[in-house]
Every structure is written in structure tokens, then in C-alpha cells.
């Protein structure tokens, strides 16, 4: 076999155990033990089949293509649910109901948190009118580095009532959370109807995180759209669990999708899968408010000192936005 041949087969060979190897790690049940025993077995079979090619035998290459044949078979039967035993924080799905300019919407979190593993669980059921439907707000939610954040969207009412909608992972109690298991169908989607004093509270008074918070560019009815096109993805996935991917289906390309079919043509760009820089690409479209530079809006918007100082107030929504200046009503 030629050389170039040999090395290409190889690391292709070697992207083949690398994949199976994690879909393995992430989705075999039982015990760890099993898991360890089975990722193994498969690593084995990998370096035989890498060791085949360069001893010009073929036993252990078709052997691995087998393997990964049934593996494959195997990963696309795996199918998401809703019936598991889920982490206190994702145990409830929103949903709700939409009649005219009357929205309800069923298990909105409103949990008071003093630890990461300390709090009160409080799930509600609340009552908006889209006609007093005044305000969209983009927040991100930084925990490691700039590149990556969490995105959450706010909608303010008339009268200073908001609610927050997350789209998160829903893992199991006692799953820890990881990037890479987000690739391997390890986790759950679910859309999740918030009050800020926990959504966003919880991110920077209890994990530490750091939030910016920018307003957004909206016409009325575009505004309306949104919302209701959550309550849409949330009562779906009520209906019709969907696996969570860490790249493709995550908190900022499922609202990208929702806000394409709402304006229109939105360009595709990498600041839509790198979430940190998520900003910069709302502003490029016109989405923030272009009397000031996007460092200005971002200082501005740095709600975390508020927040951390706000922590269990009732004005807490108020307070996070003092010094963030209102849009102009023509935007």
C-alpha cells in the first residue's frame, strides 16, 4: 500500500475510534465499570485496525467496519425523553397557552437561591398581555473566556414585569455537565420560562458568572413573534423531546432560527456559534442601538456590580438596567 495511502487510512481509522470511543463513554448504560470496559474493547479494536493497515492485513480493518457499522445503527435508534429524573433546576418544561393578546404560561422558575446546591423551588404559573408587550433585551452570560456565553432573552411588559426565557440543557439529577458530552446526545433541550431575580441572578450572584445585558432593536410585532414563537418551541418540545447539541442546537442558534423566520434573510456567521461575540454580530444587523459603539452599549450594559448588589431586591429588574439608556421610540 503506498505510504500516503497508509497515513490517510490511518487517521481516518483514528477519527472513526475517537468518535465511537465518546459516543460510547456518553451513552452506554450501566455502571462506569461498563463504560470503561466497552471504550476499551473499542480502542483495542482501533489500534488492531491501524496495525492491520501497516501489516498489509485486512481482517482487523473489516472488523472495525463492522463495528462501526452496528455503532452507527446503534447511535441513530438512541432517541431523547422526557420521563428521567432530572436536576431540580430543568425538572419542569414551560409551556403555554395562547389566546389573542393572552398568554399563560405553565411552570415558569422563580427559585430563590442562596448555594449552587441551596435553594427554594418555586414553579408558577403566570398571565402576560402581548399588548403590554414593551421591551426584548439580549443577555449574555459569561463563564469561560470571551468567545463562549450563555444567551438568555428578556421581555419586559408595561409596568415593569419581565420574564426570561432560557433555552438549556436538561440533564439528569446527579449528571454533570460537559461541552463535549453536548455533541453526544448527553443532554437533553429545554426551553425554560424564567424570572430574572433567578435566571439571571443565579448566574452572577451564586456562579459567579458575568452578564451583559443589551437592548434590543424590535418592532412590535416582531417582538410579539418571539415570544410566541418560544411558547411554540417549548410546547414542541413538551410534545417531542429533542437532543441538545453543543454546536448546532444550543441558546444561540435556536434563537437565530426563530429571528430568520421572523425578519428574514439573516446572514449565517461564526459569531452566531461562538455565543460570546453574539453582540457584535446583533449589532452588524442593526439589532442594538446605533447611537452608541458597541463598547459603549457593553459598558453600559455590564449588569453584574448591579446585580450582585440588587441581589434579592424586588426592583431587581429595575435596578440591573439604571445607567443602560432607553431605545428611541422610532427604533
Known sequence: MPLLTAVALSALVAAVVVWGGLALWFQL??????????????LLLGVAAVAGLWCARAAPLLLLTLAFVALLWWWRRLRPSNDETWADEGARMTGGEIDGDRVTLHNV????????????????????DLRQLASVD??????????????????GFSGGDHVVFSVEIRRR??????EIGGFFKGFNLSVIAADERDVIRVRTN?????????RVRLAPGARRALFCAYVG???????????????TVNCTTLVYRMMRHIVGHLPLDLRVVFSGYLP???????????????????????????????????????AIRVGIPPLEESG
Open 29 to 42: 448504560p450501566g455502571r462506569i465499570a461498563y463504560r470503561i470496559l466497552g471504550v476499551a474493547l473499542w
Open 109 to 128: 422558575r422563580n427559585f430563590d437561591w442562596r448555594s449552587r446546591t441551596d435553594y427554594v423551588q418555586r414553579w408558577e404559573t403566570r398571565h402576560y
Open 138 to 155: 439580549l443577555i449574555t452570560s459569561y463563564w469561560e473566556g470571551p468567545a463562549i456565553a450563555h444567551v438568555l432573552v428578556s421581555f
Open 173 to 178: 439529577r446527579n449528571q454533570p455537565y460537559s
Open 206 to 214: 451564586i456562579r459567579g458568572e458575568d452578564d451583559y445585558l443589551y
Open 233 to 247: 418551541q417549548a410546547n414542541r418540545l413538551l410534545q417531542q423531546p429533542r437532543f441538545y447539541n453543543t454546536l
Open 280 to 318: 457584535s454580530y446583533v449589532y452588524s444587523v442593526g439589532g442594538l442601538d446605533r447611537r452608541y459603539t458597541l463598547a459603549q452599549l457593553r459598558a453600559f450594559g455590564h449588569i453584574t456590580p448591579r446585580a450582585r448588589a440588587a441581589d434579592r431586591s424586588e426592583g431587581f429588574s429595575a
